[in-house]
C-alpha cells in the first residue's frame, strides 16, 4: 500500500489549497479514504472522510470550507481547502484503513499565515 500526498505550501489566511493523494497497492474503490492533520505538540485529528459509497464526513472546524472527493479512475483523493485559517497550519496525511490497521502517506506540509 502506497499513498502519496501533494498539494501543501504556504498561503495567507483566507487562501485556497488543493491537496492530491495518489494510491496505490489495494482496491481504492473499495476502501474509506481520510484526510488526517497535525499541528505542532497536537494529536493528528480526523479533518474528513469519504466512504466508497462515497458519503462524507468533515471535523466540524472545517465545515462549508473544505471539500473532500475521490476519483476512482485515477486513484486519487482529494482535498480542496478554502477560507483558510492559521489554525489550520498542520502537516496533512492521506488515510486509508483496512486489514486491521492504519496506512499513511508521507504527509504535505499546510502553512497558513495570517
Known amino acids: 500500500v502506497q499513498l502519496q500526498a501533494s498539494g501543501g505550501g504556504l498561503v495567507q489566511a483566507g487562501g485556497s489549497l488543493r491537496l492530491s493523494c495518489t494510491a496505490s497497492?489495494?482496491?481504492?474503490?473499495?476502501?474509506?479514504m481520510g484526510w488526517y492533520r497535525q499541528a505542532p505538540g497536537k494529536q493528528r485529528e480526523l479533518v474528513a472522510r469519504i466512504s466508497s459509497d462515497g458519503s462524507i464526513n468533515y471535523r466540524d472546524s472545517v465545515k462549508g470550507r473544505f471539500t473532500i472527493s475521490r476519483d476512482n479512475a485515477k486513484y486519487t483523493v482529494n482535498l480542496q481547502m478554502n477560507s483558510l485559517k492559521p489554525e489550520d497550519t498542520a502537516v496533512y496525511y492521506c488515510?486509508?484503513?483496512?486489514?486491521?490497521?492504519?496506512?499513511w502517506g508521507q504527509g504535505t506540509l499546510v502553512t497558513v499565515s495570517s
Open positions: 497497492g489495494f482496491i481504492f474503490s473499495a476502501n474509506a
Open positions: 488515510n486509508v484503513y483496512m486489514k486491521r490497521r492504519d496506512y
